[in-house]
């Protein structure tokens, strides 16, 4: 015995040369938690879609975080890394869905799937993930945060980040909030209050003295959801419903409904419930992009062009030799020039036998990403929703009230709004227009690109767009 057990320690394990052989094919239900150590590295499956319904199968370690599989399908597809990709997971069943946050593993998400949960994962935008750290003002309206009676309530921005990060300090949300009652289907409206101890309620109106309240929910076990089907499965009396879904759920009956009156309110709990639950994780994670370049901080600087953009010089080649062009009014005259010439020639299309064919100007909007043809209004709401509630989000659309018209569904103020594209006829050419004819645009493109640049009669500039990609 003795002698066996030296040799077992002298001698190297033999690697298995054929590892996939003797994977159970089902270990991604199980946590990572509960594999041994030696199989931590395991390449597992994954499955990943789109917003058209297209996916992708990947080969990843068992340890793989949710930014990492962003990076993979960004490499793979070609895509611009702009820090706003995010997994998606979506629990069709109940209609549920809520952004992974970077640093979570996959694995340990999949592993607390329910088998009767038809659930997918997204790969999409979410330009509203780390939104509250550029501009906590606009997540945290005054009405519903109070302050520690030591600090001042005018803080600035910083100060309220500040406040959020701190272990020792936590300012407390207040408001009024529709709770499901457990094994029922009526909903009770009830005071609530986010403590860095957990979320509680009133039983005695807005009282928060504390015989007065009642413990509803912790987050370390628990993962916040948001509905996306609104009052459809849930019955609630709005919209702007969320939950707190237990990582080791028995099915439905686990689930803790809420609803708030509008969307300010509830994106207002969501955040702060992210900010308690993973904290100092949350801003390590918005910081990671800009790790590397010296002296930058996110919270100190202004989004900068890539060096590139910033080093380049108007250029003119139509003579012999190249020239810098250095006068402004020659600039712009040149710039408005080539983007004319540029729309000529992409109104030409060769046809089957390689002749140049001219195509209207009503048809070369279709192949741009931010034209989603006959879409509804729900479904309009519910892409700008998904990208994220962030001023600028935008998407163009065919009109289902009158088909000769298009709409522009904008995003400002954490609300959508509809603004309707007029075609106008003046001397046998066709316009297009958003303040009565006022500002006209010979297609959708020219239309687009103005108001990405001018805010008009808008209440904001256009800066993303929702699109439909493919993997």
């Known amino acids: 015995r003795r002698k066996k057990g030296d040799s077992s320690l002298e001698n190297p394990s033999i690697p298995n040369p054929f590892p996939e052989l003797c994977c159970s094919p089902f270990a991604s239900v199980l946590s990572a938690s509960l594999l041994p150590k030696a199989t931590s590295r395991n390449k597992q499956v994954i499955k990943v879609y789109s917003e058209d319904d297209t996916s992708r199968a990947l080969e990843v370690p068992s340890d793989i975080t949710a930014r990492d ?28 869905g809520r952004t992974i946050e970077d ?4 694995m340990e998400v999949q592993s607390n799937w329910v088998m009767e949960e038809e659930t997918k994962l997204y790969f999409r935008k979410n ?10 003002l606009s997540f945290f309206p005054e009405h519903m945060i109070s302050f520690p009676s030591e600090t001042n309530a005018a803080l600035s921005y910083s100060g309220i980040l500040q ?3 701190s272990s020792s300090t936590y300012p407390e949300i207040h408001g009024y909030l529709h709770a499901k009652e457990q094994g029922k289907k009526s ?3 009830l005071y609530f209050l986010l403590r860095r101890s957990g979320l509680y309620f009133s039983t005695k109106g ?18 916040m959801y948001m509905s996306l089907t609104g009052k459809k499965i849930s019955g609630a009396p709005t919209n702007y419903g969320f939950c707190f879904k237990p990582t080791k759920s028995g099915g439905t009956r686990d689930l803790k409904h809420l609803c708030a009156d509008d969307e300010q309110s509830r994106i207002c709990w969501m955040t702060a ?4 639950k993973y904290g100092m994780q949350l801003y390590q994670n918005y910081m990671q992009p800009y790790q590397g370049r010296s002296g930058c901080s996110p919270l100190t600087i202004t989004p ?35 983007g004319l010439a540029w729309r000529r020639r992409g109104c030409f299309r060769l046809n089957s036998h390689g002749s140049p064919i001219a195509v209207s100007n009503m048809a070369i909007h279709r192949s741009q990403s931010w034209f989603h043809h006959k879409i509804s209004r729900e479904e309009a709401q519910r892409l700008i929703l998904q990208h994220g509630l962030v001023d600028g989000v935008f998407l163009v659309r065919d009109s289902q009230s009158n088909p000769k018209t298009f709409v522009l569904s904008l995003s400002h103020g954490l609300k959508i709004k509809h603004f309707q594209i007029v075609p106008l006829e003046d001397d046998g050419k066709l316009f297009y227009t958003l303040d009565d004819g006022h500002t006209r645009f010979s297609d959708l493109i020219q239309l687009v690109e103005f108001y990405q640049l001018n805010k008009g009669v808008l209440p904001c500039k256009l800066k993303h767009y929702c699109a439909r990609i493919a993997l």
Not at 127 to 136: G, I, V
């Open 187 to 189: 909903w009770k409206k």
């Open 206 to 223: 807005t009282s928060k003295e504390p015989r007065h309240l009642q413990f509803f929910c912790e987050f370390s076990n628990s993962d």
């Open 69 to 96: 599989v962003c990076q993979l399908l960004i490499l793979k597809n070609h895509y611009i890394d702009d820090h706003n990709w995010t997994l998606f997971e979506q629990l069709n069943h109940t209609g549920l």
């Open 163 to 165: 406040m959020f990060l």
């Open 127 to 136: 330009y509203a993930k780390y939104e509250f750290f550029k501009n906590p």
């Open 103 to 106: 640093h979570e593993l996959v």
């Open 273 to 276: 419930i992210r900010l308690l």
């Open 304 to 338: 900068m062009r890539s060096i590139s953009e910033n080093s380049l010089v108007a250029m003119d080649f139509s003579g012999r030799r190249s020239r810098i062009i250095e006068n402004p009014t020659e600039v712009l005259s040149v710039a408005v020039e080539e």
